[in-house]
Nanobody, 125 residues
């Protein structure tokens, strides 16, 4: 079993930066690939970024590529999402998710086994 707790959301102006974190407990963190998803009101949950177990592979949605950076610290059992050059359309609840299976590309929410409760990110224009 894995528990995930996000933190760091808030309100920021367009063009600004914000960092969100996700602390994990339970299962060995280094055995989990980690992802970030987001869900805006009235929209489906969408993939944002993913990082491999060791941290040497990262994938991003086209909409955030070059602006967002996913990272992890396995000693702290924490995954981070640094968001720069934020836009109003980045406004959403951001969720971290954990995937303990091998062989998944992790672009779909159904590929993840555990989820956090989400943290609100609001970008004002």
């Amino acid at each position: 079993q894995v528990q995930l707790v996000e933190s760091g959301g808030g309100l920021v102006q367009a063009g600004g930066s914000l960092s969100v974190s996700c602390a994990a407990s339970g299962r060995t963190f280094s055995s989990l690939a980690m992802g970030w998803f987001r869900q805006a009101p009235g929209k489906e949950r969408e993939f944002v970024a993913r990082i491999s177990r060791s941290g040497n592979r990262r994938n991003y949605a086209d909409s955030v590529k070059g602006r967002f950076t996913i990272s992890r610290d396995n000693t702290k059992k924490t995954v981070y999402l640094q968001m720069d050059s934020l836009k109003a359309e980045d406004t959403a609840v951001y969720y971290c998710a954990a995937d303990f299976s091998l062989g998944r590309d992790g672009l779909r929410a159904t590929e993840y086994d555990y989820w956090g409760q989400g943290t609100q990110v609001t970008v004002s224009s």
